[in-house]
């Protein structure tokens, strides 16, 4: 292990925010060619952690090579803004090759860079191709059948030909009105990111037009280091309209469009989109109001409809992209959290029948892949730990027990090959960061891709191997009996007497923080520093099941806030824990967490930290807010109780400045307007608080550079109030 002078090697946060990156060249968007010769994925670049490259691996021959350096293309011009609101909707914060398709062939793949599509050639020898104009800003870009590819450009859809013509498929976009891409709703909560789908057979395109005129105008002012600029917003705030969305056919042999009514009674929201494997229809996802019923439905090209499914609760119904529609036209896999964990099912469409294939005692957290004419079907999920992810193989018969496929344990993303013979594994647990490796379906080992050791002399962590501290995980137990799994990474062993925790939180819903896996390396930083860090997945964290979420159902806040507290009880009992010196650190929903916290308890916490909070969750969107807490009208009380000025008392108890606020000044998501409310009401009540505003800055607080100043500023924070000491 490396040291210095017989120490172990200081670990400063402007190493851990330098180049190259301390957690190694973490893979991303692995993918196969279609014809299953090569691997293709995304890392980050050597002398710049914050720009990825296009990597390449011959399976045949084992050998990889960077495909394309993004260095290449010199400096990126400036986004538009559809591919700006989408990126941050993706949480996409790095520069370079962010994303890329293979073409049908598997010769080529295809990327957007600087807002033009290039095609490169898999050849050593190849060189970029422009296929799209300079002055185009292609976004979104799907390849389709025979050949063509989609795009949007201008808020509109356009096809890229075979021949390399373009062709303008819709005019209607501009203004309000934007026609190919989803809408924010649809991005930011639903995670449905596609705003049109080309059907199997290549004969039509399906879109949505989205008109936004229906919400209210309001004005955002977004400030950055020059000044301040207004940016006109139809923001739909809880209780509020939505967009209008309409889904449109274009018939590409003449290029008439055909509208599809495809809402029906209370159905609100257009979740999901996919077309029949004969083409002749689709099958949607709609989804009222209250999100308390999901249709799945069936709508042909000329717009005759017919309920396939539906789910219903008494508390909300939660989205996935678990449908796989059969090639016999009659049957389709679906999953379901209605017995309360989630399974996969068989469906029939015709009789509507569900048969599970999957057992209740685990949980399915994507479909994977199907092999129809083997019968095997490939699923992620947990059928052991809650903290492990595992790649499973079951039957459509759903008579075999799950076979785990994926070795020992951890965590992982996979990707089966197109002939069902291997598989590609993003792997990492808590001593190993993510690497890549390819597998076949005896867990052999085939390739490595990306051996991200942090034990090897070369890697970035290496000189820091020998004061890393060992990370544990644990489980408690809920008021009503739930398990809840924690993380903690004790300080180092050289600090003297009790010593301070962090609890790291996030809390809410859709997340699961608590995992065997890679956890953030400022963990690290921070037990070195002193500090402990302890996290907890509280009930209403994601993908533990509907009945681990359904506590918050109707006022947020509250369960999850006790079962913080069970987690400091459960440090009291640690002999090395200092019970007084313990402060709570969060982001988004983490930050409203730390804020609520501190706020229930302030005699349990002697500080927070609160990056990006809700404050009011009637400053925040529809879909999200709503699936929680209902509409603003029919639950006033669980609102009110949900916002933290209704805890303001609990914050006058808190010691003079014990709360830290931070938020860019740019968010578009959890809007500047949360802070500066909670603000006006911190210094009407006389509480003194610190504030950090990045101008600029969107949710994420991304780059290197603002991550580098933000944790500069809560280690000095979080050292006057733990430690008592001044900045320096």
Known sequence: MSVSNGQPLDLSLDRLFDTPGLSGPVPAMARYAPDGRSIAWLRPADDNFERLDLWLCDLASGRSRCLMDARAFGEERSLSDEEKARRERLRVFAAGIVEFEWAGDGSAVLFPMAGRLYRLGIEADSAPEALTPADFFVTDVRIGPAGRIG????????????????????????????????????????????????????????????????????????????????????????????????????????????????????????????????????????????????????IDLDGNARILHVETSDTWVNLHDDLRLLSDGRGALWSSESQGLRRLHRLDLDSGRLTPITPDDGMVLRLVDVNEASGDVFVEGWFELPTQRHLYRVDLDGEAAPERLTPAHGSHQTRVAPDFATFVDRREHLTQPPCLEVRDLGGSLVAELVANRAASPSHPYHPFLSGH?????????????????????????????????????????????????????????????????????????????????????????AAEVADQLLGLDFLQTLDWVDADRIAVFGHSYGGYMALMCLAQHPDRFRA????????????????????????????????????????????????????????????DNVLFTHTSRLMHALQETGVLFDLMAYPGAKHGLAGRRTGLHRFRVIEAFLARHLEGQEDG
């Open 151 to 298: 795009f949007v450009h201008d808020r509109n859809l356009w096809l890229l030909e075979p021949d390399g013509a373009l062709r303008q498929l819709t005019t209607e976009g501009g203004g309000s009105i934007s026609c190919g891409l989803a809408d924010f709703i649809a991005q930011e909560e639903m995670h449905r990111f596609d705003g049109y789908f080309f059907a199997p057979d290549g004969r039509h395109v399906a879109f949505v037009k989205v008109d936004e005129a229906p919400i209210p105008l309001s004005h955002r002012y977004e400030i950055d280091a020059t000044g301040f600029s207004v940016h006109p917003q139809h923001y739909p705030y809880a209780g509020g309209p939505n967009a209008r969305v309409e889904l449109g056919i274009v018939d590409l042999t003449d290029g008439g469009i055909s509208w599809l009514d495809w809402s029906a009674d209370e159905a609100e929201y257009l979740a999901r989109i996919a077309w029949q494997p004969d083409s002749t229809a689709l099958v949607i996802q709609r989804q009222c109001r209250s999100q308390q019923r999901l249709e799945l439905v069936q």
């Open 608 to 667: 927070a930290v609160s990056v990006a909070p809700v404050t009011d969750w009637l400053l925040y969107d529809t879909h999200y807010t709503e699936r929680y807490l209902g509409h603003p009208e029919h639950n006033a009380e669980g609102y009110a109780a949900s916002a933290v000025e209704a805890w303001l008392p609990g914050l006058q108890q808190t010691r003079p400045g014990a709360l830290l606020l931070m938020h860019g000044m740019a968010d």
């Open 469 to 557: 501290r060992a990370t544990e995980l644990g489980e408690l137990t809920a008021a009503d009996g739930q398990r809840l799994f924690y993380r903690l990474t004790p300080p180092t062993d050289d600090c003297e007497g009790p010593r301070p925790v962090i609890v790291s939180v996030y809390g809410g819903p859709g997340v699961q923080r608590v995992q065997d896996a890679w956890p953030p390396l400022i963990h690290q930083y921070f037990a070195r520093r002193g500090w402990g860090v302890f996290e907890l997945d509280n009930r209403g964290s994601g993908n533990r099941g509907r009945d681990f979420e359904r506590p918050i159902h109707g006022r947020l806040g």
